[in-house]
């Protein structure tokens, strides 16, 4: 009986021990883009890695979709038409706001059918175009009305909202068509020391329809892929891993050694009384 108390505490540290190692998240698991990483010499400047990027192909305008339209037309002569023109480029100019908050109200909504309703030329199907592509016919379409007409289209709602293992999951914003995954992922504070670089999951909104696609942003060979470069309306969410589920954070860990301390202090104390 004597023995099996005296080992009571020594039980209590192993416990510890255990739950600790445990519980560790490995420093391989930390990494993003290490699966394919050689053994290197330190000092030692070399390639460990080369990948053909797909070219990012361009947005296409979907129903739901935000489009900012500015129209600009000129009575005088081409000089002063292109003064205005360029500088209405500029986002300082004008009262209009540019904002998240204000693109709702200064944007036109593409409607369920993929359509949109303009002044002067009614309503025009723009679901399927780039916005290059819709500027060249609102030019054309402007023409017999307006003199020297000129049309900038800009896709709004550019955002991808990133959920899960982030330092700051929500919606971000991006102004690039070149923007990637690890560029979003950047915009959200990075990985959490909990995410799960090898299971990110990728939301994409098609038309009428969504896909889900996995990705392991451990293996270099996802760079290759359409899905490096993200579009509009993404939606990323990066797994735990499962040391998540045993909540070692500082804290956490703290709390639960320091009760174990005190049950194994405890069991030490009535041990003592006892023998005495």
Do not use: W
């Not at 998240?25 to 797909?54: A, M």
């Amino acid at each position: 009986m004597m023995q099996l108390e005296l080992k009571a505490p020594l039980t209590l540290y192993l416990i510890i021990l255990l739950f600790f190692f445990g519980s560790c998240v490995s420093h391989q698991e930390l990494i993003t883009l290490n699966g394919g990483d050689p053994q290197i010499d330190r000092g030692l400047n070399r390639s460990v890695h080369k990948s053909s990027l797909l070219t990012p192909t361009n947005f296409k305008i979907q129903p739901a979709d935000l489009l900012v339209i500015n129209i600009n037309a000129f009575e005088g002569n081409t000089t002063q038409f292109l003064q205005q023109e360029f500088a209405s480029r500029n986002l300082n100019n004008g009262s209009r706001e540019y904002g998240p908050d204000a693109l709702y109200y200064n944007s036109y909504e593409v409607d369920a059918n993929g359509y949109i309703t303009l002044p002067l030329i009614d309503t025009l199907k723009v679901s399927g175009l780039t916005t290059n592509q819709l500027k060249s016919r609102l030019d054309e379409a402007y023409k017999p009305y307006l003199k020297m007409a000129s049309t900038s289209v800009k896709l709004a709602n550019l955002r991808v909202t990133i959920l899960g293992e982030v330092e700051s999951p929500g919606v971000q914003y991006f102004f690039s068509n070149q923007t990637t995954i690890l560029e979003a992922i950047s915009l959200a504070g990075d990985f959490t020391d909990f995410g799960n670089r090898q299971k990110v999951k990728l939301i994409r909104r098609e038309g009428k329809s969504t896909k889900t696609i996995i990705l392991d942003l451990n293996k270099p060979d996802f760079l290759g892929t359409e899905y490096y470069f993200i579009h509009p309306n993404d939606l990323i969410y990066i797994e735990p891993i499962k040391a998540k589920a045993f909540d070692v954070g500082a804290q956490s860990v703290g709390i639960v050694l320091s009760v174990i301390s005190t049950a194994a202090l405890l069991a030490n104390i009535l041990f003592d009384l006892k023998n005495k």
